[in-house]
């Protein structure tokens, strides 16, 4: 744990299992050179990687290396007017990778995502922000830029479960950032993001724990058949409602995990008490 807002997992490294036979060995020799390449060339790329086509043709061809395929949504953005705020569940770097490859929108992640290989100068060349969360003093200033983000018309991506977990099922939504949506009066896209192989659901892209990125490669390197599926569900709104953040929050998370309908969701929250939060993390 690096601060009163940080949040650990329960997923371990052991979590992340192949759900088909691995690739041969030159397979997975193969990917990794076609991996390093477009890592580079990517990084070239320098500040332009921010030029959403680019980055988004970038994402993309990271995925392809991988032999990862890509299916789901073709958009994020939920329409004119204010951005769109994305939250989806956490479970891999690729996780970023996937977003991206849909639609270049702009990241808020965790400040140890900026130091992970690869990913890590991806992101910051995309304009990706980062949230310190030892500072959790901080966190109403980032609200308000997420806000002003928002309400200049772009579309920012978020993680509220905070860490990875292998699952979409595991990991408590945080509530600050849909405080943000609030205050720009900004639609809420709630998305899911699983990974199948050979149509089984498998946990090999997991990212977890104690896992190091190369670890992590490694394995992805060896899946076979593996697929990511980005679902975007629709939009949430709470304006003209008296919806607050924690029952945005867990609308979002029914939608993302395929709960029960909104009506059914907000009742729940409502008869729900707080999660006790650290008092300088509260906005």
Same mark, same amino acid.
């Given at each position: 744990m690096?601060?009163?807002w940080?949040v ?10 192949h ?8 397979v ?8 390093a390449?477009?890592v580079?060339r ?8 921010a030029?959403?086509v ?6 993309a ?23 769109t705020l ?6 891999s770097?690729l ?17 140890e995502?900026?130091?992970w ?12 922000? #980062?949230?310190d969360?030892t ?10 830029q997420?806000?002003?983000?928002l ?7 978020v #993680? ?5 977990w292998c699952?979409a ?15 720009a ?13 050979q ?8 990212f977890?724990?104690?896992?190091? #990125? ?67 993390a509260?906005?």
């Amino acid at each position: 744990m690096n601060g009163p807002w940080d949040v650990s997992s329960d997923c371990t490294p052991d979590c992340a299992v192949h759900a088909a036979p691995r690739v041969p060995a030159p397979v997975r020799a193969r990917r990794g050179a076609v991996f390093a390449h477009t890592v580079r060339r990517a990084l070239t790329d320098g500040q332009r990687l921010a030029d959403p086509v680019r980055l988004r043709g970038h994402a993309a061809a990271l995925l392809d290396a991988l032999g990862i395929r890509l299916e789901g949504a073709t958009g994020l953005s939920a329409g004119d007017g204010p951005g769109t705020l994305v939250v989806a569940n956490h479970i891999s770097w690729l996780d970023i990778l996937a977003l991206l490859a849909v639609e270049p929108v702009t990241l808020l992640a965790k400040r140890e995502v900026g130091a992970w290989p690869v990913v890590g100068g991806l992101a910051r060349r995309a304009g990706t922000h #980062f949230i310190d969360r030892t500072h959790p003093r901080r966190l109403p200033d980032t609200v308000r830029q997420v806000a002003e983000l928002l309400g200049s018309g772009r579309s920012v991506a978020v #993680f509220p479960q905070a860490t990875t977990w292998c699952t979409a099922e595991l990991g408590a939504f945080r509530r600050a950032t849909f405080q943000a949506a609030l205050d720009a009066g900004a639609p809420v896209r709630p998305v899911t993001l699983d990974y199948t192989q050979q149509g089984r659901s498998s946990t090999v892209a997991a990212f977890c724990g104690e896992d190091t #990125f190369a670890g992590s490669l490694r394995r992805v390197l060896a899946a076979r058949e593996l697929t990511v599926r980005v679902s975007a569900h629709p939009a949430l709104s709470a304006v003209g409602t008296d919806l607050d953040r924690r029952e945005l929050a867990a609308l979002a998370a029914r939608a993302v995990r395929g709960g029960p309908p909104a009506v059914a969701a907000v009742a729940a929250a409502r008869r729900a008490p707080a999660p006790a939060v650290p008092a300088p993390a509260r906005v």
